[in-house]
């Protein structure tokens, strides 16, 4: 599966597939999102994950499978910051991949199962709005993905100034023995 890091939670799989574009102006340093692909879906309608207008349509069949679960974008059962949901995206030759969206509580069990054994897990990692790097690497130890890629938190030219750094998540990868499933993008 090709993957393609277009900021904050933002990917672009396979050429044909965009998952949580976001608005212009919505994450502090990104530029503008100018993508084009066959399909986008958005885990929630904040403003930094439902630009749909930034990716151009074009013709075709989107070629993943993808499966929708439920969750929270907070761990008051959406109380907070309201749904969110997981996307679990099958290639056509059985890779897995799951993008967390912005979740915001540790998975239950049916959530839990849907996730298991990914072949990617791009998981939030910068707290605040989402899980912090602790409860991502909880996350990460339960589900046992062959590769973690860190989304949804600051860096030295993006982000929103109250979410953290990958670099704790960083760390406790090191210390968990996990740090080679890590992949930065």
């Known amino acids: 599966m090709k ?3 277009l900021g904050h939670s933002c990917f672009k799989l396979n050429d044909e597939l965009v998952i949580d574009p976001y608005k ?6 990104l530029q503008p999102l100018r993508t084009s ?5 958005c885990s929630h309608e904040h403003l930094d994950h439902n630009g749909r207008e930034c990716v151009e349509i074009v013709p075709g069949e989107c070629g993943l499978n993808i499966r929708e679960v439920a969750s929270f974008h907070d761990d008051a059962h959406g109380a907070l910051r309201g ?3 997981i996307f679990v995206i099958t290639s056509q030759d059985g ?3 799951v993008h967390l ?3 915001g509580h540790f998975p239950n069990e049916g959530q839990l199962e849907a996730i298991l054994d990914a072949d990617y897990l791009l998981i939030p990692v910068g707290g605040y709005y989402t899980i912090d790097a602790e409860m991502a690497m909880k996350i ?3 589900c046992r993905p062959k590769k973690i890629i860190p989304m949804h938190y600051r860096t030295e030219k993006s982000g929103y100034p109250e979410i953290e750094t990958v670099d704790e998540f960083l760390k406790l990868a ?5 740090a080679d499933k890590v992949m930065m993008m």
Do not use: F, H, Q, R
């Open 83 to 85: 749904p969110n949901t």
């Open 101 to 103: 969206g912005d979740l």
């Open 37 to 41: 692909a066959v399909k986008v879906i």
């Open 140 to 142: 990460c130890e339960s």
């Open 174 to 178: 090191e210390t968990k023995g996990m």
């Open 95 to 97: 890779e897995k991949l």
């Open 24 to 29: 212009d102006g919505s994450v502090p340093g």
């Open 3 to 5: 993957i393609e890091y």
